[in-house]
Nanobody, 118 residues
Framework: QVQLVESGGGLVQAGGSLRLSCALS????????MGWYRQAPGKQLDLVAG???????TYAESVKGRFTISRDNAEKMVDLQMNSLKPEDTAVYYC????????????WGQGTQVTVSS
């Protein structure tokens, strides 16, 4: 079964930093686009950042300048470095990947909680 496994969530004070990592399972030989989503309590699932196979990143306006997405194709991982965290960044963060170009994300992780205290 295809799996994405997130790690690195936790509790941090406002202004602090966290780094989320996502590892693809052995059954995945390659993916196209990868990204991170988040869902705060009572709110919809929102795209935080995405990265293409050519390493071109995209970011939600709310995280530009604070978050950085990166991928390591050899290690089959995608990371999200989060700096200058704010209480409104509190959410469950999900890793996602597309099995091939031109389609939406069809691989998903189970999520990791990020809590930013004020």
């Amino acid at each position: 079964q295809v799996q994405l496994v997130e790690s690195g969530g936790g509790l941090v004070q406002a202004g602090g930093s966290l780094r989320l990592s996502c590892a693809l399972s052995r059954g995945i030989f390659g993916v196209a686009g990868m990204g991170w989503y988040r869902q705060a309590p009572g709110k919809q699932l929102d795209l935080v950042a995405g990265i293409s196979t050519s390493d071109t990143p995209t970011y939600a306006e709310s995280v530009k300048g604070r978050f950085t997405i990166s991928r390591d194709n050899a290690e089959k991982m995608v990371d999200l470095q989060m700096n200058s965290l704010k209480p409104e960044d509190t959410a469950v963060y999900y890793c996602a990947a597309a099995s091939r170009p031109g389609i939406g994300y069809d691989y998903w992780g189970q999520g990791t909680q990020v809590t930013v205290s004020s």
